[in-house]
C-alpha cells in the first residue's frame, strides 16, 4: 500500500511569492489533514478534510493561507503572498476517519514526509 | 494551541538502557497516541491507548495512561541506536477527530 505522497519536498522562496503544496493520501482514507510543524514543535492542524468538505478551517490564517480538495483525493494547500514566519514544514496526513461514532472509535493518521518551506 | 507538553524535552541514553517519557494534557480524551518523527521525516504511528485503558504493550514500547492525572507515559525498553527520534503524544478528545499534539520529546541512544 503506497503511503501518503507530498510534493514538492523542499521549496525556497522569496517573501512576498506564492507556493502551493500537494498531497496524495491513501487510497480509501476519506479525512485528509495539513498540519503545519515549526522547528522543535509538535505539528499544528491547519485544515481538515472529510472528503470535500473543510470540517475544520479554525486555524487556517485565511487572509493568505487557501486550501482544496476538489474530488475528496488529493489536496493541494497554497500561501499567498508567503511571509518570513511562514517557513516550516508543511505536513499532511490521511486516516480512514471514524469507526462509527462510538466512545471507542480512534483516529490513526497516517502521514506524508512533509514539504520543508523556506522563505527568504 | 498545544494540548499536550512531554518531559523531557530531550533525552540522551546508551543502547540497551530503557527510555521513558512523559506527557500531560488538559482536557478530557477520547484517546491517546504516540508518533515517532525521524529527522527529516514524517510522522510514525507506534501505539494508541483508548481512555478506558491503563496499560498497553507493543513489542518493546509499554505505554501508561492516567485519566485522572490527565498524564500517559511511553517506555521503550532496550533501547537502540536507531530509536533515535523525536516522540510526540497526541491526543483525541471526545467528539472531534482532530489529534492535538505537544512538543515532543528529543531522544537520542548513543551506541
Known amino acids: 500500500e503506497a503511503g501518503v505522497v507530498q510534493s514538492p519536498r523542499y521549496k525556497i522562496i522569496e517573501k512576498k511569492q506564492p507556493v502551493a503544496f500537494w498531497c496524495n493520501p491513501i487510497s480509501g482514507h476519506n479525512t485528509l489533514y495539513w498540519y503545519r510543524q515549526n522547528l522543535g514543535q509538535g505539528p499544528e492542524l491547519l485544515i481538515r478534510y472529510e472528503n470535500e468538505e473543510a470540517v475544520d478551517d479554525s486555524q487556517l490564517p485565511k487572509d493568505r493561507f487557501s486550501a482544496e480538495r476538489l474530488k475528496g483525493v488529493d489536496s493541494t494547500l497554497k500561501i499567498q503572498p508567503a511571509e518570513l514566519g511562514d517557513s516550516a514544514v508543511y505536513l499532511c496526513?490521511?486516516?480512514?476517519?471514524?469507526?462509527?461514532?462510538?466512545?471507542?472509535?480512534?483516529?490513526?493518521?497516517?502521514f506524508g514526509p512533509g514539504t520543508r518551506l523556506t522563505v527568504l | 494551541s498545544q494540548q499536550g507538553e512531554e518531559d523531557p524535552q530531550a533525552l540522551s541514553i546508551q543502547e540497551g538502557e530503557n527510555a521513558t517519557m512523559n506527557c500531560s494534557y488538559k482536557?478530557?480524551?477520547?484517546?491517546l497516541q504516540w508518533y515517532r518523527q525521524n529527522s527529516g521525516r514524517g510522522l510514525v504511528h507506534l501505539i494508541l491507548?483508548?481512555?478506558?485503558?491503563r496499560e498497553k504493550h507493543s513489542g518493546r514500547l509499554r505505554v501508561t495512561l492516567d485519566t485522572s492525572k490527565k498524564s500517559s507515559s511511553l517506555l521503550i525498553t532496550a533501547s537502540r541506536a536507531a530509536d533515535t527520534a523525536s516522540y510526540f503524544c497526541?491526543?483525541?478528545?471526545?467528539?472531534?477527530?482532530?489529534?492535538?499534539f505537544g512538543k515532543g520529546t528529543m531522544l537520542l541512544v548513543s551506541p
Open positions: 497526541a491526543t483525541d478528545a471526545r467528539g472531534y477527530s482532530t489529534l492535538t
Open positions: 491507548i483508548r481512555s478506558n485503558e
Open positions: 496526513a490521511s486516516s480512514r476517519g471514524y469507526q462509527g461514532k462510538s466512545l471507542f472509535s480512534y483516529n490513526e493518521q497516517f
Open positions: 482536557t478530557s480524551i477520547n484517546n
